[in-house]
């Protein structure tokens, strides 16, 4: 069967997408009934939780800058990782796909390698979706997922608590400035902005050491934190260090005379978790989680919700 949609038509393209889907091994699949039926049957599940994200053509990926193969397995990573942020387990990912006319049908079987190649990894089903025809590429994408015990919040950091990351900051924000400046001498960076991963293992170690304060890192560590302090009605103090920046953002800060603490606190799309808990607990978290990093302390509200930050650190916004 051809793939091309002009002369295999729409239906034609959803079967071959849907053949993209991954291949289950597992007895156990909570996605009873996958992609291909007129909706997708669950198991009973104890605790569902559900997530959902979007990414577009030029707001959130370029096809000049990445294959259609990364689009699609980064689409799958950022909206698997709330999951991540939550401690639940995946079960099954829709995915809405809008198609420019002109969009040859070869990029979405691309791009249908890349969500299967991700959601193989991650352990989740493809549960459906939908195709319509759009002005450009679009990916509008729900997540079910299965809660493992108590979901952790952003309004539960405590005074007292530490401030943690699972991984380093700013790295796909350089990647990002790479790409639009033509920038090829620093692959690492780059690849972390095309190749984000969710942290179901980092989450994990989380879990089990009963963290009750996560959320994931999309929009950067001064956003995002900013969220997390004004929902937990507390304030954060950071103490962001030259040296705690990651090898690859040091040396292009070095080559480009940008500020590493500055990328590091106005990131975006780490896709790493942010989570408060006692020095403890953290101690035992760093045996089992190489790469953890203490960035600031939770206090009680005073002032402004966050502090120690490079004066101009900002978010991620879209409007
Ligand atoms: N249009 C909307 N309608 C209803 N709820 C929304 C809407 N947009 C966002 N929310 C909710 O607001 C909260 C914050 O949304 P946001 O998109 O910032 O999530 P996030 O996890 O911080 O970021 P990301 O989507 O990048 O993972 C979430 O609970 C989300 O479900
Ligand atoms: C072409 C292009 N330009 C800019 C960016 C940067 N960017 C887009 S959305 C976002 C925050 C998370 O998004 P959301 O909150 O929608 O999940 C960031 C940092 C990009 N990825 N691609
Ligand atoms: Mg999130």
Redesign the pocket.
């Given at each position: 069967m051809t793939s091309d949609p002009k002369e295999s038509g729409e239906f034609g393209l959803i079967d071959t997408l849907v053949t993209r889907r991954p291949h289950r091994a597992s007895l156990y699949r909570p996605c009873r009934v996958a992609a291909g039926d007129d909706a997708a049957l669950l198991a009973w599940l104890a605790q569902p939780v559900i997530t959902t994200?979007?990414q577009r053509e030029?707001?959130?990926?370029?096809r000049d800058?990445q294959t259609p193969f990364e689009i699609g397995a980064k689409a799958v990573s950022?909206t698997l990782s709330d999951l991540a942020a939550s401690f639940a387990r995946p079960v099954a990912l829709f995915v809405n796909l809008g198609l420019p006319p002109t969009l040859p049908g070869a990029v979405a079987e691309e791009l249908y390698d890349g969500l299967g190649h991700a959601l193989e990894r991650y352990g989740c089903d493809l549960g459906g979706g939908n195709t319509s025809r759009a002005s450009e590429l679009s990916l509008d994408l729900f997540a079910v997922g299965e809660g493992q015990g108590r979901m952790p919040r952003r309004t539960d950091a405590c005074p007292g608590d530490l401030v943690c990351v699972t991984g380093p900051l700013g790295l796909?924000?350089a990647g990002?400035r790479c790409l639009e400046t033509q920038e090829t001498r620093y692959p690492e960076l780059v690849k972390a902005?095309k190749e984000p991963a969710a942290r179901f293992d980092a989450a994990e170690v989380l879990r089990k050491h009963r963290v009750r304060c996560a959320m994931d890192i999309?929009?950067?560590l001064a956003g995002d934190a900013g969220h997390l302090a004004r929902e937990s009605k507390v304030s954060l103090v950071f103490d962001l260090r030259p040296d705690m920046a990651h090898g690859a953002l040091t040396d292009w800060c070095g080559a480009t005379g940008e500020d590493p603490l500055a990328y590091m606190a106005s990131g975006?799309?780490e896709y790493e978790l942010l989570f408060a808990c006692n020095p403890d607990t953290l101690a035992a978290i760093e045996a089992d989680l190489p790469g953890v990093m203490c960035v600031g302390r939770v206090t009680d509200r005073s002032g402004s919700p966050l502090s120690g930050l490079p004066d101009d650190a900002s978010s991620?916004e879209?409007r």
């Open positions: 994200d979007t030029g707001v959130h990926f370029r800058w950022v796909a924000r990002l902005f999309s929009d950067g975006g799309e991620f879209h």
